[in-house]
């Protein structure tokens, strides 16, 4: 397994779709209409927080037969659930740390020789020498030998 590298300026591209104009102005309007709709809820959502009444908070509250203190409430719970997650997942971490210590998570493989892969016998030696001199190899058939076939 090779090490992660940077890719090479000819490797990037954008991966382009085929798509119609209506599909792709339907999709837009979707997209808009959402993004309005998560616009709309947040500036509800501040404005009936810190008790500013505008047009929207009063038809949105009388809609749902509430008042800026049951919506402040509700922002405060939401706060005081999310705190309480925060704390315990942070005292699990803090445990793990002071239990397990630091732990050094992944390392990486030496790097495997041809006499190693010859030694498997998962494959002949012209196929593993195609592989490591060629930088792409297309195969008609499978080149990997069926352990089965071993066993029997």
Not at 37 to 44: M, P, R
Not at 118 to 128: Q, R, V
């Amino acid at each position: 397994m090779a090490q992660p590298r940077p890719r090479h300026e000819e490797e990037n591209f954008l991966i382009t779709g085929n798509r119609s104009w209506f599909r792709a102005c339907i999709d837009l309007l979707f997209t808009l209409f959402f993004w309005g709709y998560s616009l709309v809820v947040v500036i509800f959502f501040l404005s009936a927080t810190f008790g500013f009444n505008n047009g929207l908070t009063r038809i949105v509250n009388a809609s749902f037969n509430t008042i800026n203190s049951d919506i402040r409430n509700l922002v405060i719970l939401g706060l005081a659930i999310f705190i309480v997650f925060y704390v315990i997942l942070y005292m699990n971490r803090l445990y793990n740390k002071k239990r397990f210590g630091n732990l050094k998570r992944r390392s990486y493989p030496t790097a495997v020789s041809i006499s190693e892969l010859e030694a498997l016998g998962l494959m002949d030696n012209e196929t593993i020498a195609q592989l490591q001199r060629e930088d792409y190899v297309v195969f008609e058939k499978n080149p990997i030998i069926p352990l089965s076939s071993e066993k029997q």
